[in-house]
């Protein structure tokens, strides 16, 4: 399978979300969301340090459930400007991306 490059734009809501999940998770160790999550800690550090811009989406459905945050709160929070754009627009294909 052959993966597109990001957009700038998916590599910074892949930041936003990073940003979000370690807010959320306050004091809370890595460890213990990840295990709650049944996920990796490196994948979780991935995903918090932005190096995964476009996790898998049953991996941010289990760690948002983990840290109580609700799917359209992430959703609303990392999709910034480009959340009101059309079928064509970049906005489509970032939902398709989130949703892979």
Known sequence: MVRLPLTPEEIERGQRLGALLRLARGERSMLD?????RVSPETLRKIESGRVATPAFPT????ADVLGLSLDAVWTEISGPERDAGPTGSGHRARERLAS
Not at 60 to 63: K, N, P, R, T
């Open 33 to 37: 969301v990840a295990l709650d999550a």
């Open 60 to 63: 941010i459905a289990a760690i």
